[in-house]
T-cell receptor, first 114, second 113 residues
Framework: GNSVTQMEGPVTLSEEAFLTINCTYTATGYPSLFWYVQYPGEGLQLLLKATKADDKGSNKGFEATYRKETTSFHLEKGSVQVSDSAVYFC?????????????FGQGTILTVHP | DAGVIQSPRHEVTEMGQEVTLRCKPISGHDYLFWYRQTMMRGLELLIYFNNNVPIDDSGMPEDRFSAKMPNASFSTLKIQPSEPRDSAVYFCASMRGASYEQYFGPGTRLTVT
């Protein structure tokens, strides 16, 4: 079946540090890939997405590239801020009979200190 | 747009009681999802609807859980009877078909004592 694996957390960084959160997936065919972010006390919100191989999703300084050859979709940001502290979820969607259904990774807690 | 609306935001109940969680999706969205989030199990999809019809309920834990969507603007998730292990944050999300983007509500934090 489909699955998503994220790097173990939590991740603690100083402000302006470089961020990488690793995400790999297992799925047949060509899933769409997503990063969602959950701020404390809130629901998840879409951060970025990529729907085909080699696509790069980007938003708010975050980027992730859909790598079919390594089945990866790593999240990166060049300079994190305290306001980026949140839980980050990698997810995939297969489409077809499962259209709309997301498979989430376990989430990675990010804490950024001033 | 008001976003996805969930009520109540917090619910504390005793074991054995019936609990009903409510969700109003974003107008025009034709998919609705119910999730449960716990520290131990992470984020789990319980059930989802398309055009008010349940598509996949394989994530519903057991017969104590039921969900309905009587119209395009309202859905309920009911637990009867509730148990302490049902304590979690329950999220509702909606999506406009073909967009792939799910919009989550703020969640209902359920505590069963």
């Amino acid at each position: 079946g489909n699955s998503v694996t994220q790097m173990e957390g939590p991740v603690t960084l100083s402000e302006e540090a470089f961020l990488t959160i690793n995400c790999t997936y297992t799925a047949t065919g060509y899933p769409s890939l997503f990063w969602y972010v959950q701020y404390p006390g809130e629901g998840l919100q879409l951060l970025l997405k990529a729907t085909k191989a080699d696509d790069k999703g980007s938003n708010k300084g975050f980027e992730a590239t859909y790598r079919k050859e390594t089945t990866s979709f790593h999240l990166e940001k060049g300079s994190v801020q305290v306001s980026d502290s949140a839980v980050y979820f990698c997810a995939l969607s297969k489409g077809g009979t499962s259209y709309g259904k997301l498979t989430f990774g376990q989430g990675t807690i990010l804490t950024v200190h001033p | 747009d008001a976003g996805v609306i969930q009520s109540p935001r917090h619910e504390v109940t005793e074991m054995g009681q019936e609990v009903t969680l409510r969700c109003k999706p974003i107008s025009g969205h034709d998919y609705l999802f119910w999730y449960r989030q716990t520290m131990m199990r992470g984020l789990e999809l319980l059930i989802y609807f398309n055009n008010n019809v349940p598509i996949d309920d394989s994530g519903m834990p057991e017969d104590r859980f039921s969900a309905k969507m009587p119209n395009a603007s309202f859905s309920t998730l009911k637990i009867q009877p509730s148990e302490p292990r049902d304590s979690a944050v329950y999220f509702c999300a909606s999506m406009r078909g073909a967009s792939y983007e799910q919009y989550f509500g703020p969640g209902t934090r359920l505590t069963v004592t």
